[in-house]
């Protein structure tokens, strides 16, 4: 599945309710102000994400406006940017009209902010985070009947009488604590014109990754399993994009398949990641390879990290990373003699934090270590690592089952 964006649909005036320098007639750029670099969005039934990319990172809020009648304004969320500059260069606005948002607009509301304006035909929540590399606004829009992670907030309208509790509230989905293990999103690491690690003889982590999660999503097929991959070619797609496509075909697991990489020729072994916030320095080493970013600007991320409640997630994902990690070293060992055990650790992924469901990151083995290159080549190992970890995964999804059971009788 992928997400579409489509055209606008109805009456929708634009820009009506952005409140624009008087056309910027004469208004002078002032100097080191930060551009607007692109503006992308990706809708789903129940939920639109929209990303605004910036040349440098804006601390900033999303409020809430309600729909003014009188003057055609439509219900709204908008957030300022400061020091951000994108002058008349989306005079045009950009239309969505997925039935969550009718568009979103952009201008500079005063000489040194940016204010961005996303007009609303249904909403439920809304959630907001920074991404660091490019420097990125991540707003995600919930429709009813979504979904919800604690990372998630309802705006009441500004202005508009607090709403009596629940009042607002839709049906409320089961949390994802207590659902069946059903679907499943495999995400392949890398790709296009990222290649991930490069390894001995040149052997590509984007093309190992790739291969093993086409194995793994027949054999959890096999095992009734719905399973999407978030790439089946050699494309590029954004951190965001991935866990967007995760939480858009409403996932129970998310699992990216990753091959290490060091410095040092000798490493080698698997290892698996989950998501939290303790974590050691060898983590925050792998975790800046796998997030593209250099490690001091993890900083970012960590403060974003600091901010979520991963703690009941984090249960849940470690479980399933030691489920998961299990399977795999044991049957490796039984087909191939020896692997070393790395074990399961914790560290800040982005791919990982940005999804509201049990995740892992496998890392199937070093393409750097001669030895475990020429296995990562071989289809043999690829189909050993694809079939143990798809074990892994349906002995984690008996437990859930057996434990669903037990709550119920
Ligand atoms: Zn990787």
Redesign the pocket.
Known sequence: MRAVARGARGRWTGWAGLCLLPLLLGVERPPGLADVRDVRHWSYPNYTRVVVELSSGVDTTVKRLAADRASGKPDRLYLDLPNVWVGLRYADPIPVGDGLLRGIRLGQNRKTATRVVIDLQRYERHRLFRLSSPDRVVIDVFGSGARRSESEERAAPEGAPKARRGAMAPRPSPPTVIRDIHTIVVDP??GGSDP??TGVGGLR?KEVTLRVSRELATRLRDRGFEVHLTREKDVHLSLEERTAFAEGVGADVFLSI??NAAQRRGAHGIETYYLDKGHRRHSMRVAA??NGVPASQLDDLQRALAGLKVSEMSQMSARLAETVHGSVVSGVRQTHGSVKDLGVKRGPFHVLFLSGMPSILVETGFVTHPQEARRLRSRFYRDVLAEQIARGLSRFRSERASRLAGRSS
């Open positions: 690491g890398h991930g690690a982590e990753h091959a390879r796998e």
